[in-house]
């Protein structure tokens, strides 16, 4: 009986496996990739991709030639003699160290210059935004504009933009994998990293912290939008302005006017005239939802364990709501410009929640339901979120019991809020 020898049947399971890793790699939509030429950061990053695997290249190739020759040369043949023995060889010795320092010197030259240059001066007229890290949110803020926001950073294409990369706790790492980066944010340091998105368009795109900060470290994403200079500035304006409580009635325009230059023409009744549809209340640009890309619709599922009446949200009072949210512990960590109760600074600013797209991080999306169960149990949704957890009976993982009617909200009170700030815009 003959019997097939292990490294046999090894090689006939490999090469399928080989075939399908390589065939794997040569196709598909990729929209996180660092090597999108979005930017010329990431420009820079691709050639210095190409030459080291150049370079890299080409010391495999004689690597392999040299090793594959000494074999062939040199394999043991019947009746040969003992091989030469030899302490070294100096010449050689030296060729094998020097040839890799110099091409290590190929490619360390243009990428410590590629450091330099993106950490520093950025071009005069760049938007600057100051990025800070938090276990586990982003917060953003636009000295330029006097704007704070959190989890979502807009930023105008084909203009370069400057981050300020700060820290509040931990080392976090900023990256926009499409965009550019990364780079890390350090205690005690405010390191710097600019890039101007000039093949864009209008797009989404994620981002995340890339070092390891803590239980949340891979919850700890934002999204990032380029848009043109026009919907930069009328998103900047209205993020500006404090939050109005309640939203401002639509504007009924006049009526037209009836046109009187035609002399002898008919003319029409006043009364008659129908005037144009109410304005609705102006609440700045948005990105379109519908342009939003599914690798940036959030999928997370919520927890099997934890309840919340959904059907409460459908009949929700902001007004409720806000009295509530007001009374609440929510002021002691959130602000909202407009609201003379909440003045918060340790969580994320919801002047202007209900326009942002996701929540939590971008965990989660931005919609009545979510919003309803992160308040209710943050922690449950998000582990390792430093959120008071508020639904009444949900057990508080930082004080060890379930939360009481004292600083707890029901179902209802928690819908109420929700639908108050539902109308942020």
């Given amino acids: 009986m003959t019997r097939k020898s292990p490294p046999r049947q090894l090689a006939r399971i490999a090469w399928p496996a080989m075939l399908l890793l390589a065939s794997a790699a040569c196709g598909g939509n990729y929209p996180n990739s660092t090597f999108l030429p979005n930017t010329e950061f990431n420009r820079d990053v691709t050639s210095l991709w190409n030459t080291m695997l150049l370079w890299g290249t080409v010391v495999f190739v004689i690597v392999e030639v040299i090793l594959i020759a000494a074999i062939v040369r040199y394999r043991r043949r019947p009746n040969s003699p003992e091989p030469e023995q030899v302490h070294g060889n100096t010449a050689m010795e030296i060729t094998w160290t020097v040839l890799p320092l110099f091409i290590l010197a190929i490619i360390a030259v243009p990428t410590v210059r590629n450091i330099w240059k993106y950490q520093g001066e950025a071009p005069a007229d760049a938007l600057q935004v100051q990025v800070i890290g938090h276990q586990w949110w982003w917060e953003f803020r636009y000295p330029q504009y006097k704007i704070t926001t959190a989890n979502e950073l807009y930023i105008q294409a084909n203009r370069a933009v400057r981050f300020e990369l700060q820290t509040v706790d931990v080392i976090h790492s900023f990256w926009i994998p499409a965009l550019g980066g990364k780079r890390d944010l350090v205690n005690n340091r405010t390191n710097i990293l600019w890039f101007t998105p000039d093949s864009t368009g209008e797009q989404g795109f994620i981002g995340s912290c890339n070092e390891y900060c803590g239980s949340s470290h891979a919850n700890m994403r934002f999204r990032a939008y380029t848009v043109n200079a026009a919907n930069f500035e009328s998103w900047a304006k209205h993020q500006?302005?404090?939050?109005?409580?309640?939203?401002?009635?639509?504007?009924?325009?006049?009526?037209?006017?009836?046109?009187?230059?035609?002399?002898?023409a008919a003319t029409q009744d006043p009364a008659t005239v129908t005037p144009p549809a109410p304005a609705a209340p102006s609440t700045g640009y948005e990105?379109?939802?519908?342009?939003?890309?599914?690798?940036?619709?959030?999928?997370?599922?919520?927890?099997?364990?934890?309840?919340?009446?959904?059907?409460?949200?459908?009949?929700?009072?902001?007004?409720?709501?806000?009295?509530?949210?007001?009374?609440s512990a929510c002021i002691g960590c959130h602000k909202i410009r407009g609201n003379p109760s909440s003045m918060g600074i340790l969580g994320p600013d919801l002047t202007h929640i209900a326009s942002r797209h996701t929540i939590a991080a971008g965990l989660f999306p931005n919609d009545a339901k979510h919003m309803a169960y992160w308040i209710k149990n943050a922690v449950t949704m998000k582990p390792g979120a430093k959120m008071q957890v508020f639904g009444i009976g949900e057990m508080d993982a930082v004080m060890k019991r379930p939360m009481t009617t004292q600083g707890g909200l029901t179902d209802e009170q928690i819908a109420d809020v929700v639908a108050y700030l539902r109308t942020l815009k």
């Fill in 240 to 264: 500006a302005a404090n939050a109005v409580y309640p939203p401002p009635a639509p504007v009924v325009p006049a009526a037209a006017a009836v046109p009187t230059s035609n002399i002898g």
């Fill in 287 to 327: 990105f379109p939802r519908e342009q939003l890309g599914a690798h940036l619709v959030p999928g997370t599922p919520l927890p099997a364990s934890l309840k919340f009446n959904e059907a409460l949200l459908a009949n929700a009072s902001a007004e409720r709501g806000l009295q509530t949210y007001s009374r």
